[in-house]
């Protein structure tokens, strides 16, 4: 009976050895920041071969844009990215230079997890998850912190600057949108809706496609159906532009106040942003033979602005898509241009 009791205190001791042991693992991995990776393998190098109402200023090959929309911004001379500079460990940093010599001004490290930004001419935006969720606001000269707001649900899925407000949808599950002044104060909030924009007469949503409905009333104005929407529109002021992963991935317009088809270009990346230049009315877009096309706002012909060398890009790298991102700054009237699978970031001026 010795023998026995001894055997099973033994025991007792062993799984209450390996419980602690297993809390004390479990305790580790959950101080492992959430945004790590491994660092990615580069399989491609483009080199711009020509250009056509474009000058090239600059290019580095050490950029990490995060791969989500909203990544990369740029506003009165300065951009912006969330994502890894030179190292590729943590996708969570906000990085800013300056956008006519890519001098880089400030960085903020492990400020942004899983986050969406939104550079402006009052200042950087920045929405990501954490402890608590918040939504900064950052100097865009020098990166100083103004203001931080918490919300309490989950991860937020876009983040636009419209008409002085600051427009911020969330994931919970099922998506609500709050509508902030510039000082961070609540002015609206819309709970379970797939809306990503309001107004005071019309709010816009992502419903199997584009809808537009009557604010307060929810009235159906008009809908575009797209079962392949991909990428939160863009609202310019009588435009509404999207990007679509169907038909081999399309761009395309609406009319913003009818929902009429006005254009429609494909063969344009996976999961790759759309940018707009309002003085030259045109639309940028990749496409997948490895060229950055200038889409007539107004009639959708295109031309090509750049030309790649290696092409086509790669849609994927070691099984992992890879983000490719445009942001135009309208003042300053400079181009971005961020390619995923080669890590590099160009700058273009229109000519």
Not at 6 to 16: A, G, P, Q
Not at 89 to 111: H, M, N, R, V
Not at 241 to 247: Q, Y
Request: aromatic content about 10%.
């Amino acid at each position: 009976m010795r023998m026995s009791s001894s055997y099973s205190l033994r025991k007792v001791y062993e799984i209450t050895f390996l419980i602690l042991l297993g809390i004390y693992v479990l305790g580790l991995s959950a101080c492992i920041p959430l945004s790590y990776v491994e660092p990615t393998p580069v399989f491609a190098n483009h080199v711009v071969e020509e250009t056509n109402g474009l000058t090239e200023l600059w290019s580095r090959d050490d950029v990490y844009v995060m791969r989500r929309d909203k990544a990369l911004d740029v506003s009165m001379g300065i951009g912006c990215f969330i994502g890894d500079l030179g190292k590729a460990l943590k996708y969570d940093q906000i990085t800013c230079f300056e956008s006519e010599t890519g001098k880089i001004l400030w960085k903020k490290e492990e400020a942004a997890k899983n986050g969406l930004l939104a550079a402006t001419p009052i200042g950087v935006f920045v929405a990501h998850t954490g402890f608590h969720n918040t939504l900064s606001r950052y100097d865009l000269q020098s990166g100083n912190l103004i203001w931080r707001k918490k919300w309490y649900e989950s991860n937020p899925t876009d983040l636009l600057f419209f008409d002085n407000q600051i427009q911020l949808s969330t994931w919970k599950p099922g998506q609500d949108l709050r509508v902030f002044d510039t000082d961070g104060n609540v002015l609206k909030f819309i709970n379970n809706t797939d809306a990503f924009l309001t107004t005071p007469d019309v709010t816009y949503l992502t419903v199997t496609g584009l809808q537009a409905v009557r604010t307060g009333t929810n009235d159906i104005l008009w809908e575009h159906i797209d079962t392949g929407l991909s990428l939160t529109p863009m609202i310019t002021q009588d435009k509404i532009l999207c990007r679509s992963e169907s038909n081999s991935g399309m761009a395309y317009a609406l009319d913003r106040k009818t929902g009429e088809l006005l254009w429609q270009v494909r063969d344009i990346v996976y999961s790759s942003s759309l940018a707009y230049s309002s003085e030259r009315q045109l639309v940028y877009a990749l496409n997948n033979n490895g060229d950055l096309l200038a889409i007539d706002e107004n009639t959708g012909e295109t031309n090509i602005a750049a030309k790649f060398s290696s092409t086509p890009f790669l849609l994927n790298v070691a099984g992992t898509a890879q983000a490719y991102e445009l942001a135009y700054d309208q003042k300053q009237h400079i181009l971005l241009v961020s390619l995923g699978d080669s890590h590099q970031l160009y700058a273009f001026r229109e000519e």
